[in-house]
């Protein structure tokens, strides 16, 4: 986005937001890259950080990476509505995404990004011998060499925008409905 300018109508403000999230996954070190998804096992709220690793269908489809044996996993297969939070301090955005999430962990698609992966550092992340949360003797996990990668989609159903900005905060919600400006 232009640093300064300051978009004024709703439409051209959710065309930004779509194609800033394109760039995100493009770019390692864009702030968006890296966010917050919040889910629940139904008892208690849960969060943590997320790379976002593909966004598709201008930007209605997102895609993250994780292990299949994850507490997340667990908690999306019995509650799929989700939040994913990104906040940008160069852009003073921040999204809140309402969610509706999927997990896979077979097919042709979950085995080419895996195929992909294999060859990276990154591929470590999915193959310890025992799950995430686990109790360890060691703070360094041993390594095994089964992968246990899982890919999540995540259907955006909502936006709730919040700029922050010296002349004045401003809020929008984008969804089903259509847009609207609401009080920050
Ligand atoms: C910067 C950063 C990026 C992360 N990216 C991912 C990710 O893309 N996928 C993932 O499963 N965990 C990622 N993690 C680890 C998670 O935040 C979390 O610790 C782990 O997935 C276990 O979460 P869970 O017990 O809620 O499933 C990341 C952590 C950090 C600090």
């Given at each position: 986005m232009n640093a300064g300018v300051r978009l004024e109508q709703l439409a051209e403000i959710e065309a930004a937001i779509r194609a800033e999230l394109a760039r995100a996954v493009q770019?390692?070190?864009?702030?968006?890259r890296v966010g917050v998804l919040a889910t629940t096992d139904g008892r208690a709220g849960d969060a943590r950080s997320v790379v976002l690793r593909e966004v598709a269908d201008d930007a209605a489809t997102l895609t993250l990476f994780t292990d299949?044996?994850?507490a997340k996993v667990a908690q999306v297969r019995a509650h799929p509505e989700g939040t994913l939070v990104l906040w940008s301090h160069t852009l003073g955005w921040q999204l809140r995404l309402r969610v509706t999430l999927d997990v896979e962990t077979e097919g042709l698609l979950v085995s080419s990004a895996w195929a992909r992966l294999?060859?990276?550092?990154?591929?470590q992340d999915y193959l310890?011998?025992?799950?995430?949360g686990s109790p360890v003797e060691h703070p360094a996990p041993e390594r095994g060499s089964r992968g246990h990668f899982a890919v999540i989609h995540a259907q955006v159903s909502a936006i709730d925008w919040l700029e922050l900005h010296a002349d004045g905060h401003r809020r929008a919600l984008f969804d089903a409905e259509g847009c609207r400006w609401i009080v920050p």
């Open positions: 770019t390692p070190t864009h702030e968006w299949a044996r994850s294999m060859m990276t550092p990154a591929a310890s011998p025992l799950p995430p």
